[in-house]
């Protein structure tokens, strides 16, 4: 009879192993998958899922030119995950209501590139024409990203896009060219031509009495804008405080620029993007100019902090006096 009970005990035991091993191995994807059914299930019932197993909650169709997965897009957007909290957005109220709205932030369409992007977008924007909209919820795995096993916070989540397109781009460069044409048309117009390719620059002063040497430094003040208008960025205190981007640990002290008569070194050794940088080599002491330059000259595709990517911006620059001849 002590043989049979111990008999049943392990084969028992060995049964809840097994059991523990089926669990074990399922994987993040299928977890992930049976949360996704269960969520639209209840959520959105009427939702229609896809092959690729996106889910598409509600669209409004466009009546213009539909993007290539080699297009750039302009496109207004909500992203969230599936328990609600935001993920991104480019809408100024929805930062309001988050409390996460600054006067330095950027909040119009965004240009997104369906070159190296995920499938899951690729595959949205593709599927839309100009002025059309869509909310779908798009798995992690459509997401570039390892599923996880639960509704999550970050990588490895499903996601809900809600997505506006705007503008189908053919040409990128082309794009912020026009946009920078008819901002400094209207801000200005003493700017008359570009001086390098995507690059705008015009001094509103000539210093010819007292010019700078090989290794000096030079002190900058700046005030940097989108073309939007918005003030991102200054040195300048009184100017922090009138945009409302002031911060009491933020830095109000010039920039150094060192010149170089080797421009090649200049650019290099000062470690600034290289529009901001040509436009200072241009400049002496005790002058004041005005630089617009596209994003190839700026922060590029992927953009830095509050920058986007593929955002053309605006700086003020004056060159503060030599200290040395001062003295």
């Known amino acids: 009879m002590k043989t049979l009970i111990k008999i049943l005990l392990l084969a028992s035991a060995a049964a809840a192993a097994a059991s523990c091993a089926v669990e074990k191995e399922e994987s993040p994807e299928s977890v992930q998958e049976r949360i996704l059914k269960a969520f639209v299930k209840k959520y959105y019932p009427d939702a229609v899922r896809k092959p690729s197993g996106m889910y598409i909650i509600d669209s409004i169709p466009g009546t213009g030119r539909t993007p290539q997965d080699t297009s750039y897009v302009l496109v207004d957007y909500t992203i969230t995950y599936l ?6 957005y480019t809408s100024d109220s929805v930062a309001k209501q988050l409390g996460t709205f600054t006067y330095s932030g950027y909040y119009d369409p965004r240009v997104w590139s369906l070159r190296d992007n995920t499938p899951g977008v690729i595959e949205l924007l593709t599927g839309m024409r100009e002025g059309g909209s869509v909310k779908a919820i798009v798995p992690a795995t459509l997401l570039d990203e390892e599923s996880g096993t639960e509704i999550t916070e970050g990588d490895g989540s499903s996601k809900i896009y809600e997505i506006r397109l705007v503008e189908v781009i053919d040409n990128i460069n082309q794009y912020q060219f026009d946009q920078i044409e008819d901002f400094v048309a209207a801000r200005y117009p003493d700017i008359t031509d570009s001086t390098t390719y995507g690059f705008y620059f015009h001094k509103y002063n000539t210093n010819l009495l007292d010019t700078v040497k090989n290794n000096e430094s ?110």
């Open 218 to 327: 030079m002190q900058v003040r700046y005030i940097g804008r989108y073309l939007n208008g918005t003030v991102f960025d200054t040195n300048i205190e009184d100017s922090a405080k009138k945009y409302r981007i002031y911060s009491s640990g933020g830095s109000y002290t010039t920039l150094a620029y060192k010149f170089l008569d080797d421009s090649s070194k200049a650019m290099t050794e000062n470690k600034f993007v290289p529009g901001f940088n040509k436009a200072l080599y241009s400049m002496n002491y005790e002058e004041h100019a005005v630089t617009v330059f596209y994003s190839g000259l700026g922060y590029g595709d992927d953009g830095s902090g509050n920058v986007p990517g593929f955002v053309p911006l605006c700086f003020e620059l004056w060159i503060e006096a030599d200290e040395e001849e001062d003295e």
């Open 83 to 88: 328990n609600g909290t935001y993920n991104s």
